[in-house]
């Protein structure tokens, strides 16, 4: 693109927030309180997506939101090395079966699952 480049809006499109639990996983990101990246057969993996989860909503509305009431993968994740900030991070992709309320589940349609999601990680297609 070079100097004096303009750009034309042709068309803002609504996309509806879908009513099901299960979704494509774009690769998540879990760390746990103790800095460590987390995997999907360590114990403490769904509770971190659950845990980041409720933050985001407490930040959006100033109050405590409900929390999932299972995150799993539907089979084996794969495996994904993404590299941050000189950094090689060890995330996970593919299709997620959540339980829980519809408005969470909206909700985590919205802003994804785990950390680093302003940065694409964790998003839900």
Partial sequence: LGEGTLFEIKGIYREPLLNRNI???QPILAISPEK???IPQDDKYF???NVT???KWEFFFGKSGNRLKSI???RPPRQK???YKNRNLTC???SVKMQGKEETLK???CVGLGHLTSCGLGMLI
């Fill in 23 to 25: 979704f494509q996983a």
């Fill in 72 to 74: 799993k993968f539907t």
């Fill in 92 to 94: 996970f992709a593919g």
């Fill in 107 to 109: 909700f985590a349609q």
């Fill in 36 to 38: 460590e990246i987390l």
């Fill in 47 to 49: 509770e971190a997506l």
């Fill in 53 to 55: 989860l409720l933050r």
């Fill in 81 to 83: 090395r993404i590299q």
